[in-house]
């Protein structure tokens, strides 16, 4: 039995795998898509929920009962689980779905995070679910509003600090907003997303690498979890950017003067 | 087809996003009504201008105190009820700003549908009820045409507001009627402040002249004291890049890139910044780019119209001492 007067937190944290960041990307010529064989790794927004589901632990030590982080994508989407249980996490689900596969819609993706959060249900539960803002390759930044819409739960989104009241069930969440800044209190369970300044994700440390290979990571399909994964909006083509002509220079202040003249710019009057 | 514009405001002015909205919701080639909430002291005065926006046919308003300082929890019932059975609405749209960013995705997924995010381009074509759009992936490194079905009664989608124009105001106003608040009793979230960063010049998002600092600008002092007088004689929003953000030298609502604000100014001007991928993804589309950076090998020069190799701290003083010359 765990002690009534203490409330234990299950924080989940889903994560995926992404082009790199600092790859630089290739649409490939029959335009079905990018070229996808470079590097990859975390998406970084997701890195930094895991690190701040990794430091809630440091602070509220055993308050933290668990972090499991879960990732839905194919088979090598495997490695950014181990990044992360690298990282701090405890456990990994992985949904995993064939190389050939679409890739799945924030709408399938929040509906297969519900369902891993009901059958969380028998192992107490899920009370914060910590995610990345977006994906840095589809840039939709839509899941986890989704999930707190289908769990009619509160969200937080684009988090830049999160601070937890165990005791009283609940958070303060300060979030980047459009001119600034707004602070909200919400009840757990509570769906949080991560903004880039929430904090700086770690490097995983030697010895938790090797201590990550050990650490158990569940293996699910869409099927197991009655969730279909199919898009609904179907991408006709993927294309280059229009190309801009740069590279224009000057050799000092006047000739730039006169170029913002040229283009009817000047001074404003005072 | 029939759109839903939801009109967003600040300090009784509707955002220039929200009129960016307008315009893209006839590209739909149907109807379009638009959609007001907040609290009793904001919604007359906007109503007012909203009503007179070219492109609106109707328009919705719904005042509630609870709607002062939405909340995702408390607006999406209202959207929900509004888009329920027989709702006469195929489309919902809105700027892709930070509100409707949170709010609209999960009034889709309360409603069991997609939404599209970010759009640049839409077509509808009504023999099939399908609606094409195109929007930017991979930080605009890519570009994806998606299509939405019929199969997706409702389509949800936020716009970029640069790639719109702006609603133009008519003398005709259209017709307006209350929209009853519905009410949440017990909300999980609670609002409890907002602290927007306050500044005498024109809104980085929506400012004609931008002057952006990097990295190069040293500290935050320096940051101040070389951007602010060319700003001013400029009538300039000032922006900064991620790198200058996250240095200090600048508040992160300043910071333009994909992780920031997207802008399309007629000038903008990158002073010490080198052109990374994300910042340039926040910028390429404006019409002039300056850019001075004593690296002549800086990336931002590929993408300048006009390219100054010179030191930012010698060039940025004569270029202020020369126009105020003019």
Redesign the interface.
Known sequence: MRPSAVRLLNILVPIKRT?DYAV??R?NPDQKG?DLNVKHSMNPFDEIAVEEAVRLRERLKDEVKSIKVVTIGPPKSAETLRTALAMGADSGIHVEIPDSAPSP???GV?KALRAIIQREKEQGGVDLVIMGKQA????????G??????MD??????ASKVELDVTKNGA?VT?????????????LP?VVTTD??LNEPRYASLPNIMKAKKKPIEKLTATDLQVDLT???????????PK?Q????????????A??KE?G????SA | PHALVFLEHRAGVIDSASLSAVTAAQHLGGKATGLVIGGPDEVPNVVQQAKKLKGLNALLHSTSPEYSTPVPEIVSPLFEHLLAKDSPFTHVLSAHSSSAKSLLPRVAARLDLPAVSDVTSITHDSSDGATTFTRPIYAGNAIATVRAPASIPIKLFTIRATAFSAAATSDAAAEDSVLEPIAVTDPPTQHIKTDLTKSDRPELGAASRVVSGGRALKNAETFKATLEPLADILGAAIGASRAAVDAGYADNSLQVGQTGKVVAPELYMALGISGAIQHLAGMKDSKLIVAINKDPDAPIFQVADVGLVADLFEAVPELVEKLKQQ
């Open positions: 082009v630089k990307i649409v990018i819609e924030p709408l929040a840095i390759d589809d840039d939709a930044g839509q899941t509003q989704m999930l707190a819409g289908l739960w509160p969200q937080a989104t684009f303060n979030r980047e907003i459009d001119g600034g800044l707004e602070e909200l209190r919400c009840r509570l880039l300044r898009p609904r909006l179907e991408t006709l083509k993927v294309t280059e950017p801009r740069g590279g224009g220079k000057v050799a000092n202040v006047d000739e730039l003067i170029k913002l283009a710019i000047g001074p404003v």
